[in-house]
């Protein structure tokens, strides 16, 4: 069984597009987040939530707005999308936030190119 | 604020050498660390970690001792294989805060 899933596993669409990705654990887990990859390898978090309630949130464009309907899902929703937007996007989880010595659980990411 | 810094890369080695990745970080507090693997088309997935000061992570043959006087967590391999070739991710998980902090990577190509 998959730990952490992500739908679509790529995503190619038009600038100005809105689209979602979708993410879900079966780890029983209480936090999880999305993170950016750029095609450097560089590794930024974007939004975390613990308990459908959002605790991270970094500086990033109000296009980008994550949903947590339950503990075990997290989606992300990009509105009017730019080229910037391309990139790899990875959803984690963790068993709980502010634990220092939890582990990280990635998804497989999402590989986004915007035309 | 937290920061990791990893040595660059890519480091190409053959087949059998022994590999060293460098990793540093600043953090106030007791943070954990952590080495994370990304072979090619995956997300990551730990590879190592340590939670407290000369606690040394292990798995695989990979190795990494966690030492606060020189604010290090370097990692090693005796002897790499192919099947090695990834990306190595060096990061901290800080106590009393919520934001874990990557490295930027550290490409690994071993050569037959």
Not at chain 1, 19 to 36: A, F, P, V
Not at chain 2, 27 to 43: D, R
Not at chain 2, 44 to 60: E, I, P, R, V
């Amino acid at each position: 069984d998959t730990a952490v899933s992500q739908t679509p596993k790529y995503l190619v669409t038009q600038m100005g597009n809105d689209k979602s990705i979708k993410c879900e654990q079966n780890l029983g887990h209480d936090t999880m987040y999305w993170y950016k990859q750029d095609s450097k390898k560089f590794l930024k978090i974007m939004f975390s939530y613990n308990n459908k309630e959002l605790i991270i949130n970094e500086t990033v464009p109000n296009r980008f707005s994550p949903k947590s309907p339950d503990k075990a899902h997290l989606n992300l929703h990009i509105n009017s999308l730019e080229l910037g937007d391309s990139a790899v996007y990875f959803c984690a989880s963790s068993q709980v936030a502010g634990d220092n010595g939890e582990t990280q659980y990635f998804g497989p990411g999402t590989r986004l190119l915007v035309l | 604020g937290d920061s990791v810094t990893q040595m660059e890369g890519p480091v190409t080695l053959s087949e059998e050498a022994f590999l060293t990745i460098n990793c540093t970080y600043t953090a106030t507090g007791y943070p954990s660390l952590f080495w994370y693997v990304q072979y090619p088309g995956e997300g990551l997935q730990l590879l190592l970690k340590a939670t407290k000061a000369d606690d040394k992570g292990s798995n695989k043959g990979f190795e990494a001792t966690y030492r606060k006087e020189t604010t290090s967590f370097h990692l090693e391999k005796g002897s790499v294989q192919v099947s090695d070739s990834a990306v190595y991710f060096c990061a901290l998980n800080p106590g009393g805060s919520y934001i874990p902090t990557f490295g930027r990577g550290t490409s690994l190509i071993v050569h037959p």
